[in-house]
């Protein structure tokens, strides 16, 4: 099995994140996938962004669950890159999963529901993935595992992974046990016999955010379902 890239947050090492410029460069270089993050708006839009807050990445300061998406809109995403690329505004998910539906890109949506609880924002993502008729094409992921038993209870087709930070005992069993089909470990937790146990269980390995060329290589020599990197055209050049 050739291991999948995943440009996480589009290609963030090089353009600015969850921006449709990023996401286009991840395309670009050829990787097979894109990562983004969602959250939601005071008045219901599902907006891609990876902060609860606008302050790190945007020229804003606030909540976005405080911000309309007409306020949103007017904000500069361009974060550390305004000198490159000037002035990128903040995608919503419909505006990303409009642009998808005419690629072949595969599509990791994280819902960013650890902090906030945004009302209903599971059953809006979920509602417009088959809008756009890409439930084949759609992962969805989160730190907050109710959020993905929500999401699975909602869907019985859409691939639903688990994402987490610190060494998860026999994370295979647990990922079937909460309906599953993949598991999103941070990359530093993940040993060659963790990879293969899950994927001999039909669980894929999905490791983040792997951005050392070194790393690449071996996560691609243990044969993951895919690794997902702020430098996606380093690792499509490794996995040719």
């Not at 309309?68 to 904000?75: A, F, H, Q």
Request: hydrophobic share 35%.
């Amino acid at each position: 099995m050739e291991t999948k890239i995943f440009g996480h947050r589009g290609a963030a090492g090089s353009h600015p994140e969850n921006t449709m410029i990023s996401f286009k460069e991840a395309e670009r270089v050829g990787a097979d996938g894109i990562e983004l993050d969602i959250q939601m708006t005071k008045d219901g839009v599902i907006v891609v962004i990876h902060d609860e807050t606008v302050n790190r990445t945007t020229d804003g300061k606030g909540w976005i669950k405080d911000l309309t998406y007409k306020e949103l809109k007017k904000l500069d995403a361009s974060f550390k890159f305004k000198e490159q690329y000037g002035f990128c505004s903040i995608p919503t998910l419909e505006e990303v999963l409009q642009w998808a539906s005419k690629n072949n890109l595969l599509v990791n949506v994280e819902l960013k529901t650890g902090l906030v609880t945004y009302k209903g924002i599971e059953e809006k993502t979920i509602e417009m993935i088959h809008k756009y008729g890409l439930e084949d094409r759609v992962i969805l992921s989160s730190f907050n595992h109710y959020s993905m038993v929500k999401c699975r209870q909602l869907s019985s087709s859409i691939e639903i992974a688990l994402l987490f930070m610190e060494g998860l005992y026999e994370p295979w069993d647990y990922a079937k046990r909460v309906g599953a089909n993949s598991i999103h470990p941070y990359h530093h937790v993940v040993q060659k016999e963790f990879i293969e146990e899950s994927q001999r269980n039909g669980i894929s390995v999905r490791p983040f955010t792997v951005n050392d060329e070194k790393k690449m290589k071996q996560l691609i020599d243990y044969k993951c379902a895919a690794i997902i990197t702020d430098f996606p055209e380093k690792a499509v050049k490794l996995v040719k």
